[in-house]
Structure formats: structure tokens, C-alpha cells
């Protein structure tokens, strides 16, 4: 025993030292007996045995059976045992193998009894007995097509139910949040970008919030999103309001300014024209807080003044730190306004930050306020298929909320889509109460974030007047009278700096980020030339040759040259293709076997990485042309 523990153990240590070390330490508090039931070993453990006892092996082939099998693939395998799903996922598996054990009992035991050395050290497998290192291992191998399989034996979920069923929350809300990550990822930095760009000439006159650090120092800030329990604060915060400092996100300003109520700071931040939000109010005494990247029609409005808030954790807005020398440390963003809004009240130096409306779920069937932008909608609970569904109870208000379409079909279609990605993403999280209340993924995302934020500036005290929808930790549950009621008027609104850009400076930065992008053109020229002559050559031998294998090989290089090498010393060539190259790396992926289909396929894809590159990459340049000459 003591040599297969070993061997085990001297496996680990390539993969995962730390857990190595600490099973080296480990005494066992339990042990999991071994015991013989139909011909075959199982694990007797507190009482229960962890496999199925008429053929574990076949139960494990079975499982994963079921579960897609690709190269992309991320198998999650809960639980050793005695390592016949981990054993059978590590030889099968044609993706990535996560082996999650949050018991050392077992695993001890088990790394005592069986060899697993083979497997460990597959350079595809993972072991862990921490979420926290799964949750890293998923990101790093996760795109928008291979969200993580949860495998795992029945005995294993019923040995925990509710611990199982908290991970299973846990990790809905983890992937929920790479999801949103990767979603940038995939799908906004080219387009971000050009925003970016496009604002410049607004950017230049704008200030960073960080200039107003501690303004506010020792006040409170009572920040406002659209949940349904807004309406029944709005009464408070209009008694309170002089003794405030009042942030709202963009979905509550109608709301708010339905009662008479101005807030001192506006939140929007999204990349999509939301202007909506906020279009036919008077905004001339409201600061407004943004992103370099946001939709640059939100800048059109008239504002009091206008404030940047430049998340350090959204790459693309390196770009405007490179062209503008402005420091970026103090910002982070979550994906959702929210947090954003907190940070800002952290920044300006508020104490206690009080958050109204952020129910972070479906509330008496309310999805939002009944003044806020997206009134409309409703959850119900539908008799007919005994779940719970979200609707619009006017269709056609709902379609004009949702952005400036000219076109009543593409309304109507961004409605429907809308609609069925809620209901498609609906599920329940923890309410305050106790109880589990619907709400949809990307909300139950947002939880974790929010009470991180408690966690990483412990020095505020912070507090949720939702008092119905999600559990906040680090935040407590308590009235907004109650919160409030402590407070003193707010003499001095001030917000004086001498903060002021070098606007030569980011000319000529931008005319250095025009020039490095340049020599991308050369290499894509290659790679289209390549791309063409190994499709001449296909169509001409009808087989994969050897000289297509070598073209094919060329061509390779060539896309590694411009979308990694280049990309590596250039990010702003990064940002470009980002989406592309990750779409391109999954069908490489994907490809096992050279055949006439498979070859012309990837030749395809590598040449419309190329055509795509190319004509981003002179619109940039064009754009910074353009720009140049408006500041």
C-alpha cells in the first residue's frame, strides 16, 4: 500500500504539489472501508457505499457515456471514490479531465489502494480538492462552446445532498461569470475598441473619478439599481435625500426622475445604446460616470459633468491608459453597473454604502421597478408547464426599451430574443429569507461579485434594503429608514480638480499605435497568398498530399506569426482578432484527422482570420486618422 501511495503521490506532485504535500500530512479522520459487493470493490463510507454495488465499472462507463465528448470538452468528475469515474473519464476523455475530491478521508484512501499514476499525469488531467482551484482550472480552458459536464455517481450526490447542491449553485454562478468575462472576450473587444476611439475627442474633456478621491469621506451612499423594491424606497430616499450621496445605475433614472428625485452621480456603462435609459430627461445636473468603451451615444447627452471609470480588468481599456498616461489601479468592473457604482462610492470615500433596488431576483412577480426602463416584464408561475416564466405584459413597450431600432421586425425579433435568453437562464438562487426565489443566471453571476467587494475593503460597512431578494453576504439586511436615519445634511457638493489630459501627448501616442499596427498588413498578404495556393493545390490532387501537408504546415506558421507572435507585442492587434482567433484555435482544436474536408476547412477559417484581420485592421487605422485630426 505504502508504494502505490507513493507512486501516486510522486505523480502528484507534477501536477498538483500543494495537494501533494498535504496528503503527505494528512491523518485520517474517517476511514472509508473497503468492502466486497457482487465481485467488485466499493468504498463503505458513513454509512453508505459510494458506488453502485452491482457494477461500479459499469456505472462509471455509463456516465460517461452520456456526456459529450470533444477535444474542448471539460469533464468535471465529482469525487474519487475508489476512482472508477475518474478512471474511466482520464482514458476516454478527448478534452480536459477535472478530478474535484473535497474529502481527503477518500482520497487518501484511495491514492493507498490504486494506482493512478497513468492517469495523473495525462497532460489533460486536473486534481483538486479545492472549488477554488476548479473554478481556475475551468477558466483557463473554458470559450463560449465548452461550458464544464458535471459527472458524478448517484451514491456521491445523496452522501451530501446539500453540499452537492451548493457546489452546483456555486459553479452555475462561477460559469455564469467567466460567461459574462468570455463574452467580452469573444464578442465586444473589437467593437470596444472603436469605441473607444470614437470617444477620444469626448474622452480628452472628461475627468477620472479617481481624481475625486475621498470627497465624500465619511458620508453615506445610498446606490440605486431598477428592482422591484425601489418603488417602496423612494419615499425614504426622497426624505433623505439632502443627507446622501445618491449614485443610480441607468435602468432606475426614469424612476427616479418620475419622483422629483437627482441624483448626484449616473452609471452607465454599457457597449449596446442603452440611451433610452435616460433619453427625455433633464441631465444638466447630474455628474455622469462611464466607460472609455461605452456606447458613444451616451456621451451626446448634456451633463453636469462627466466622469471616467476605466476597469483595470477590461484589457481594451489599457489601450486608452497607453494613449493617455492615466493610471488605471483604483478601477475594476464586474459586469454589472452595480459594482461599478459601488466602486464609486468607495473612491469618493463614503463609509457606509447603501444599496436600494438590488434584488437580484424575481420579486412578486416583478422583474424591475414599475418606473424603471424595463417595467414591463413579469414572472409568473405558468400552471400549464409548472414553471416559471418570464414575460412582457406590453410587447410593444418592451421592444422600444430596448435600444433605437428604426425597424419594428429587428424590435420585435430583439424582444423575442430577449424573452427566451431570460426564460432559457432562468433559475433560483438563495433569498434573504432563507428561501430559494426564481432570478436568471446572469443576476445570480452578480451576487458573488458584490460580496467579494465586502471582502477585498472590509473598511466600509455596508448594508441591502432589499430585504425580499438575494442574499448579499458581507452586506446586512436592514430598512433604508434604518440606515439612514443617523445621517446629517451634506453641506458642500463641490467637486473641484485641476485635472487636465496632455492632449499633444495622446496625439502623438496614437500616431505610434497607427504606425506598430502597420506590419500585421504584410504578414496577413502571406497568409492569404499561402491560404489560396494550398486551395488550388487541393482542388488539383483531390487528396492530401504531401506537399499540402507542407502547405498546410506554412500556413500554420503564418497564422501563428501574425495571431500569436505579433499579437503577443502588439494588444492592440490582439484586441482586433481576439474573438476570431478564439473561434479559429476551437476548429483547430477540433480537427484530428487530416482528410481533404478537414484541411480545406481549416485553410477556410485561417483565410477568413486573415480577410477579417485585414479589414479591421484598416478600419482602426482609419479611425485613429480620423480622430487624429478632431482633437
Not at 498578404?525 to 493545390?537: A, C, G, M, P
Not at 498546410?552 to 507572435?565: I, V
Request: charged share 25%; with cysteine.
Amino acid at each position: 500500500m505504502d508504494n502505490v501511495f507513493n507512486k501516486n503521490i510522486e505523480a502528484l506532485k507534477h501536477k498538483n504539489s500543494a495537494l501533494a504535500d498535504k496528503l503527505l500530512k494528512y491523518v485520517l479522520t474517517e476511514v472509508p472501508q473497503l468492502v466486497t459487493e457482487n465481485n467488485a470493490y466499493n468504498f463503505l463510507y458513513k454509512g453508505k457505499l459510494l458506488h453502485n454495488p452491482k457494477s461500479p465499472l459499469g456505472e462509471a462507463i455509463e456516465i460517461f457515456s452520456m456526456a459529450e465528448n470533444t477535444p474542448v470538452a471539460i469533464h468535471l468528475v465529482y469525487g474519487m471514490g475508489l476512482g472508477y469515474l475518474f478512471q474511466v473519464t482520464a482514458a476516454k476523455s478527448a478534452g480536459t479531465v477535472i478530478l474535484y475530491e473535497p474529502d481527503l478521508n477518500i482520497l487518501r484512501t484511495a491514492f493507498a489502494l490504486v494506482d493512478f499514476t497513468s492517469y495523473i499525469l495525462k497532460n489533460n488531467v486536473f486534481l483538486t480538492d479545492n472549488f477554488s482551484e476548479v473554478c481556475e482550472y475551468i477558466y483557463q480552458k473554458s470559450n463560449m462552446k465548452n461550458t464544464p459536464l458535471l459527472l458524478s455517481t448517484t451514491e456521491y450526490r445523496e452522501m451530501n445532498q446539500d453540499g452537492f447542491n451548493d457546489m452546483v449553485r456555486e459553479l452555475q454562478e462561477v460559469v455564469g461569470r467567466f460567461s459574462l468575462d468570455l463574452k467580452y472576450t469573444q464578442e465586444k473587444f473589437y467593437p470596444l475598441l472603436l469605441h473607444i476611439i470614437n470617444n477620444i475627442p469626448k474622452i480628452i474633456n472628461e475627468i477620472p473619478i479617481a481624481e475625486l478621491k475621498d470627497k465624500y469621506k465619511g458620508k453615506t451612499a445610498v446606490v440605486v439599481s431598477a428592482g422591484p423594491t425601489l418603488d417602496k424606497n423612494i419615499e425614504t430616499i426622497k426624505k433623505y435625500r439632502d443627507n446622501i450621496v445618491l449614485i443610480t445605475v441607468g435602468t432606475a433614472m426614469k424612476a427616479l426622475d418620475k419622483n422629483g428625485i437627482t441624483p448626484d452621480f449616473l452609471c452607465i456603462i454599457e457597449a449596446n445604446d442603452c440611451s433610452k435609459q435616460i433619453a427625455g430627461l433633464d441631465l444638466t445636473n447630474i455628474n455622469f460616470v462611464t466607460e472609455p468603451y461605452a456606447n458613444p451615444n451616451l456621451r451626446k447627452f448634456e451633463f453636469k459633468k462627466t466622469y471616467s471609470h476605466i476597469s483595470s480588468n477590461l484589457p481594451v481599456n489599457s489601450f486608452w491608459c497607453d494613449l493617455s498616461g492615466v493610471k488605471n489601479n483604483e478601477y475594476e468592473s464586474k459586469g454589472t453597473v452595480s459594482y461599478t457604482a459601488l466602486n464609486v462610492a468607495r473612491i469618493l470615500g463614503c463609509s457606509k454604502i447603501v444599496l436600494v433596488g438590488q434584488d437580484l431576483a424575481y420579486i412578486e412577480g416583478q422583474c424591475y421597478s414599475k418606473d424603471s426602463a424595463y417595467k414591463d416584464l413579469v414572472c409568473s408561475y405558468n400552471e400549464e408547464t409548472k414553471k416559471w416564466e418570464i414575460t412582457a405584459k406590453d410587447f410593444e413597450n418592451f421592444c422600444m426599451s430596448l435600444g433605437n431600432y428604426d425597424d419594428p421586425e429587428i424590435r420585435k425579433n430583439k424582444a423575442i430574443e430577449r424573452i427566451q435568453s431570460l426564460n432559457s437562464a432562468l433559475y433560483y438562487v438563495k433569498g434573504i429569507n432563507g428561501d430559494m426565489i426564481p432570478t436568471e443566471s446572469v443576476y445570480a453571476a452578480f451576487i458573488r461579485p458584490l460580496s467579494e467587494f465586502t471582502e477585498r475593503y472590509p473598511d466600509r460597512e455596508y448594508i441591502n434594503t432589499s430585504l425580499v431578494g438575494a442574499q448579499i453576504d458581507g452586506f446586512k439586511n436592514i430598512p433604508l429608514e434604518e440606515a439612514l436615519k443617523d445621517t446629517e445634511i451634506i453641506e458642500n457638493r463641490e467637486l473641484n480638480t485641476d485635472f487636465k489630459y496632455d492632449v499633444q501627448s495622446i496625439k502623438e501616442n496614437l500616431f505610434k499605435a497607427k504606425e506598430s499596427l502597420k506590419p500585421s498588413l504584410l504578414i496577413i498578404e502571406e497568409i492569404k497568398k499561402i491560404s489560396k495556393n494550398l486551395k488550388n493545390d487541393i482542388n488539383r490532387y483531390k487528396n492530401v498530399t504531401q506537399e499540402i501537408l507542407k502547405s498546410l504546415k506554412r500556413l500554420s506558421t503564418g497564422y501563428m506569426a501574425l495571431g500569436y507572435d505579433f499579437a503577443s507585442k502588439n494588444p492592440l492587434f490582439d484586441y482586433i482578432t481576439l474573438s476570431e482567433k478564439i473561434d479559429l484555435d476551437y476548429e483547430m482544436k477540433m480537427t484530428q484527422e487530416f482528410t481533404v474536408e478537414s484541411v480545406t476547412n481549416i485553410a477556410d477559417k485561417i483565410a477568413k482570420y486573415a480577410n477579417v484581420a485585414e479589414e479591421r485592421t484598416n478600419t482602426i487605422l482609419s479611425e485613429i486618422d480620423r480622430i487624429s485630426g478632431e482633437i
